[in-house]
């Protein structure tokens, strides 16, 4: 089994910043993909940013320029810092992680339990 755990959501006026944090742990051998994704009250969840194993990352629309997805693959962590935030940014964030468990094993996508971000305006 893998866990993934966020931190760093909270509270914060517009044109603030936050750095969400993402620790993945388990039967880990490695990870391809991570990212997060957000889901607004009573929208689906979308796509915010996901960046692979060897660096190369995609960003929403809506974020880019404002937000930056980084990891470090030695401590399997993934971190999306938000700068410029806006009311619409307002959502709960949820990490994501593709990971491969080992031999014998299927790769697969995992979840963490999302943290909120609210964003004032």
């Known amino acids: 089994q893998v866990q993934l755990v966020e931190s760093g959501g909270g509270l914060v006026q517009a044109g603030g910043s936050l750095r969400l944090s993402c620790a993945a742990s388990?039967?880990?051998?490695?990870?391809?993909?991570m990212g997060w994704y957000r889901q607004a009250p009573g929208k689906q969840r979308d796509l915010v940013a996901v960046i692979t194993s060897g660096g190369s990352t995609n960003l929403s629309d809506s974020v880019k320029g404002r937000f930056t997805i980084s990891r470090d693959n030695a401590k399997n962590m993934v971190y999306l810092q938000m700068n410029s935030l806006k009311p619409e940014d307002t959502a709960v964030y949820f990490c994501n992680a593709k990971v491969d468990s080992g031999p014998g094993y299927y790769t697969r996508f995992y979840w963490g339990q999302g943290t909120q971000v609210t964003v004032s305006s």
């Open positions: 388990g039967s880990i051998f490695s990870i391809n993909a």
